[in-house]
């Protein structure tokens, strides 16, 4: 059963590596100093933060990027294992993170996903919960997920003005000859319901991610923590929340008096949070999550642990 209710506010963070922003905005790959800095810079102000207020929250971990990690010491690792140790969720974004997940055969997709899926095992978590790599899912991937025997999908964003402002950005980039991994099909991932719902073909829950009223905007960290106050302010008072973020909403870009975790500056021109300051962002989440009185992982909110 569900403990969801209209004072639930669920935190899921999706560390997606520096290498996945470079090819959404068509930049060469970052240089290998680069990789990693998500998992080794942002997640550790993540737990001090979530620690500070009490908090627990799902993480969700790109396969591909743990391997990485692994391979190169494993200072990542220790840091989502104690994650695990601290009561945080550790969810599964997929190994390759691929954009076109969806266009590949059924074995290929529960192929990737197993294999993100027994990373996160050698850590000491139990992964229960999958989101797809851009959100783009149908109903092949939520077959595999659940024949992984998972217990919820957090796929959905249904804000179709985040989907026609995705293909927009396709298209001006394509018509200046820069390519780009998102992918304009995939749109019924993008509208539906907005609140928690059990979908018994697959024997799964789907917990999507929030929107606001009215234009249904993406409770995202892009929007909530570096836009308009107006957006954060909707979310403090809302209902039911379910915020997203990502590992790059507490990346410190730095400034003319201070180097930052040191990326790539032409990302920082292009991807919307890195143009704020660090504290003002963290500040924001700090904010709203005391205003809310608190927030929990996924897995807590809807027992399937």
Known sequence: MTAVNDQTTLISVD???VACYHAIHGL??????????????????????????NVRATFFVIGRDLERDLANGGKGARL??????????LGNH???HAYDLVTRTPAEIFADLLRCDRLLRTLGARPVGFRAPGYTHDRHVLEQVGALGYYYDSSRLPSPIYYMAKVGAIAWMTSRGQETVSMRRGWRSFIGPSRPHFMPEFGLWEVPVSVSPGLRLPMVGTFVLSGPLRLAQQAAVRGFLHLELHGIDLADPGSETHRGDGYDRAL??????????LDRRRDRLRE????RGGATSIVSAFGGA
């Not at 102000?45 to 620690?51: T, V």
């Not at 989502?80 to 969720?89: D, I, N, T, W, Y």
Request: aromatic share 4%.
């Open 15 to 17: 560390l997606d590596d």
């Open 28 to 53: 060469p790959p970052p240089p290998e100093e680069q990789r990693g800095l998500v998992l080794e810079r942002c997640l550790p102000r993540y737990l001090e933060l979530f620690d500070e207020l």
């Open 80 to 89: 989502l294992q104690q994650a695990v140790a601290a009561g945080h969720e």
């Open 94 to 96: 997929s190994h390759e």
């Open 268 to 277: 920082c021109a292009r991807q919307p949070e890195l143009k704020v300051s």
């Open 288 to 291: 709203l999550i005391t205003v």
